[in-house]
T-cell receptor
Framework: DAGVIQSPRHEVTEMGQEVTLRCKPI?????LFWYRQTMMRGLELLIY????????DSGMPEDRFSAKMPNASFSTLKIQPSEPRDSAVYFC?????????FGPGTRLTVL | GENVEQHPSTLSVQEGDSAVIKCTYS??????FPWYKQELGKRPQLIID?????GEKKDQRIAVTLNKTAKHFSLHITETQPEDSAVYFC???????????FGTGTRLTIIP
């Protein structure tokens, strides 16, 4: 298995633009998580899905952020419009039975 | 909800010595406790975990201990090497709720 796949690996955009981050979980894993990591705030859980259904989105910072999981092998995290304070590394992770496996992350820079 | 506290936030250890990182959790129903290692610019990777029916688990130079009564667990690294330098995160979760609550991380530096 290739592990959790994320794209793009790096994204540089201008304030106000829409950003879409993508994730393919490990096949057979029924849970998917989106995290954001910054020096100031550490590792924050934004949202997680179980069997493609959003279970807890209490970490989503505001309405500019949205996430979808249309099927078991794909999820997106969208920021619209983006702001400089959204600059961070965004990780996707998938899990089966507790153990979470992280993807390589997307480094987002909003200018 | 669950709250996990981790100490220290930074730790410097002479190569060859041992390092200990401690975490406490608040929810007595938590029953799974993983530790992740994150090297600079890379993803967090699971290095060891323990479930609440076990008091200690060892994997070569790494061990984790769990005290359910006191609600704390610790990571022990013996014979430290330069490649052990990284940020280490503890986490806790209640089985059946897939969400992990992470500690704030410990930056471990091994001094050659």
């Amino acid at each position: 298995d290739a592990g959790v796949i994320q794209s793009p690996r790096h994204e540089v955009t201008e304030m106000g633009q829409e950003v879409t981050l993508r994730c393919k979980p490990i096949s057979g894993h029924n849970s998917l998580f989106w995290y954001r990591q910054t020096m100031m705030r550490g590792l924050e859980l934004l949202i997680y899905f179980n069997n493609n259904v959003p279970i807890d989105d209490s970490g989503m910072p505001e309405d500019r952020f949205s996430a979808k999981m249309p099927n078991a092998s794909f999820s997106t995290l969208k920021i619209q419009p983006s702001e400089p304070r959204d600059s961070a590394v965004y990780f996707c992770a998938s899990a089966e039975g507790g153990e979470q496996f992280f993807g390589p992350g997307t480094r987002l820079t909003v200018l | 909800g669950e709250n996990v506290e981790q100490h220290p936030s930074t730790l410097s250890v002479q190569e060859g010595d041992s390092a200990v990182i401690k975490c406490t959790y608040s929810d007595s129903a938590s029953n799974y406790f993983p530790w992740y290692k994150q090297e600079l610019g890379k993803r967090p990777q699971l290095i060891i975990d323990i479930r609440s029916n076990v008091g200690e688990k060892k994997d070569q130079r790494i061990a984790v201990t769990l005290n359910k009564t006191a609600k704390h667990f610790s990571l022990h690294i013996t014979e430290t090497q330069p490649e052990d330098s990284a940020v280490y995160f503890c986490a806790a979760h209640f089985f059946g709720n897939e969400k992990l609550t992470f500690g704030t991380g410990t930056r471990l530096t091994i001094i050659p």
